[in-house]
């Protein structure tokens, strides 16, 4: 039984990325091999150097709402603060625009229990019930718009794109935290292996015939949270909620039957390939599906065949997830190198390659 502390390492905190490279596609980049067993280091734009043509790039496309929202809660006037995670429409009637109900983190949690309201001037928030852990904050909301406009138009005048809690310092362009791809509207962090991509960046991948296809994962920040367990069998994944189109399913398996690579673009893109891989390898299409999907050490991966990734928070799923693909000692040295070279980390750090 593996344990969680296998996962760890020491991350100095001047080493977490507070803004993204300007431009896009000039942060490093370290390469693990892993049938050499070699670590290369390089720049970024050096990723055309290992796409092949006939190989498949498969991205996130999901985008990053406005999902932070500040207010002030009724009776007391306090400020308040609400993270919206993940819709649940499974709860509002097919016609109303005006409400809907939501999974979100509140801030602060002792105060905003079940029954309080908060008002954000043009939309409110009651507190349904509620949701995970009480220590975390987390609870089940429903938003109403106050006025003509609908909660999307509403959330689109109050709410605020939000950075991960470890990025303390930026006051820049948000745009940047959005991948140049980004389609669907429904996530409350960015797929940030795609950040390091600029449209000419595609555009030669494109030339040396390295096709695209998409995939949608909403993603959720129980992605970037360590895990509590001493053993990692006793983690319960959290519940993200992905699609796979048909295009993207006929993608692979061509380019599966041609000799090529299916290359992940970030740790989402592989659960939704994953989530949705028959053990034959191919691809069933999936139309917002839930996926609890745990990948650890041990895994046998069925669709992917080379990772771009960033560097990821110690104890967490994503290091699990990497550490399973790219074989759990060879990732952890490479992690090592990483902090001795003074890679930046997180969400607008650098990048990883394992091939």
């Known amino acids: 039984m593996m344990r969680t502390d296998a996962f760890d390492y020491h991350l100095p905190e001047e080493l977490i990325a507070q803004s993204p490279a300007l431009p896009r596609e000039s942060c490093r980049l370290l390469v693990l091999n892993r049938q050499k067993g070699v670590v290369e280091h390089r720049v970024f734009t050096d990723i055309l150097d290992y796409l092949n043509a006939g190989d498949l790039l498969v991205v996130n496309n999901t985008k990053v709402m406005p999902a932070r929202l500040i207010g002030r809660k009724d009776g007391t006037g306090s400020t308040a603060e609400i993270l919206l995670l993940r819709r649940l429409a499974e709860l509002d009637p097919a016609d109303d625009v005006s409400a809907q109900h939501w999974e979100a983190l509140v801030k602060p949690g002792r105060r905003l229990k079940p029954g309080a309201s908060i008002d954000f001037g043009g939309l409110r928030a009651q507190i349904v019930d509620w949701a995970g852990e009480d220590s975390k904050g987390q609870r089940t909301i429903r938003l109403q718009a106050s006025g003509p406009a609908t909660v999307d138009e509403a959330l689109h005048l109050l709410g605020t794109l939000p950075l991960p809690p470890y990025i303390k310092s930026y006051s820049g362009n948000t745009s940047l935290y959005q991948t140049v791809y980004a389609r669907e509207e429904n996530s409350a962090a ?166």
């Open 190 to 355: 960015a797929p940030t292996a795609g950040l390091h991509f600029s449209d000419e960046l595609l555009e030669k991948a494109a030339a040396l015939g390295c096709n695209r296809a998409d995939v949608c994962l909403e993603i959720g920040l129980d992605t970037f949270r360590k895990v509590d367990e001493e053993f990692i069998t006793h983690h319960q994944m959290h519940r993200e909620s992905y699609s796979l189109s048909e295009t993207t399913a006929q993608a692979v398996a061509e380019t599966k039957k041609r000799g090529g690579r299916v290359v992940a673009v970030g740790t989402t893109a592989v659960r939704a390939l994953e989530s949705s891989a028959e053990p034959d390898g191919s691809l069933r299409v999936a139309q917002r599906e839930q996926t609890q999907l745990y990948i650890t050490p041990g895994y046998r991966f069925k669709a992917v065949d080379v990772l771009l990734t960033n560097f990821h928070t110690p104890r967490s799923t994503l290091m699990m997830l990497v550490s399973a693909f790219g074989g759990y000692d060879a990732v952890m040295d490479a992690y090592k190198q990483a902090v001795e070279s003074r890679y930046r980390f997180l969400s607008f750090g650098d990048a990883m390659l394992i091939i």
